[in-house]
Nanobody, 119 residues
Framework: QVQLVESGGGLVQPGGSLRLSCKASGSIVSFNSMGWYRQAPGKQRELVAV???????NYADSVKGRFTISADNAKNTVYLQMNSLKPEDTAVYYCSCNVGSLLYRYDYWGQGTQVAVTS
């Protein structure tokens, strides 16, 4: 079983920055992809950013230009750098990885970390 351990969440003022970390128990280069998702109260979980093989990245429109996903393969860690934070970014942020092949794909999830953007 893949374990994902998140850290870096907290309370920050609008316009501030926060860096989330997600350390995996396995080699992240073997994963199909890793991503960050978030879920705000009363809303569905949504994709924030994803990084796949070849370092291909994709972002939700709402965070483009403000958030950056990156990976440190040597540390088996994925990061989410969040800049220019807005109150709308307040949510529980989850790290996820996708593993397996065509017929045996599986998603693992971290425990989630709270990000609160407020004055």
């Amino acid at each position: 079983q893949v374990q994902l351990v998140e850290s870096g969440g907290g309370l920050v003022q609008p316009g501030g920055s926060l860096r989330l970390s997600c350390k995996a128990s396995g080699s992240i280069v073997s994963f199909n992809s890793m991503g960050w998702y978030r879920q705000a109260p009363g809303k569905q979980r949504e994709l924030v950013a994803v990084i796949a093989s070849g370092s291909t990245t994709n972002y939700a429109d709402s965070v483009k230009g403000r958030f950056t996903i990156s990976a440190d393969n040597a540390k088996n860690t994925v990061y989410l750098q969040m800049n220019s934070l807005k109150p709308e970014d307040t949510a529980v942020y989850y790290c996820s990885c996708n593993v397996g092949s065509l017929l045996y794909r599986y998603d693992y999830w971290g425990q989630g970390t709270q990000v609160a953007v407020t004055s």
